[in-house]
C-alpha cells in the first residue's frame, strides 16, 4: 500500500533524512521519502505487518506533526 501524509515541521534535507530512517527502520515500511519544500512525506508499506496508526507515531516521535 501506499500513502501520503502531510507533515508540518521539517524545515531542511536534515529533517527528511531523520524521518525516513525512522520510518525505514520499520518492519513491513518498504520505502519511505519526505520532502521538506512540499511538507509531504510518501510511505509504501505491507499493511498486514504495519499500520497508518504506527506510522504516524514514528513520524510524531521524530518531533513532526501529521495531519490527513
Do not use: P, W
Not at 513491513?28 to 510511505?43: F, L, R
Amino acid at each position: 500500500m501506499k500513502t501520503e501524509l502531510h507533515v508540518t515541521g521539517m524545515r531542511c534535507t536534515g529533517c527528511e533524512l531523520l524521518v525516513t530512517e525512522a520510518l525505514e527502520e520499520m518492519d513491513g515500511v518498504q520505502k519511505a521519502q519526505a520532502s521538506h519544500e512540499t511538507g509531504v512525506i510518501s510511505v509504501e508499506y505491507d499493511e498486514t505487518k504495519v499500520n497508518l496508526d504506527s506510522i504516524r507515531a514514528v513520524i510524531e516521535s521524530q518531533g513532526f506533526s501529521v495531519s490527513a
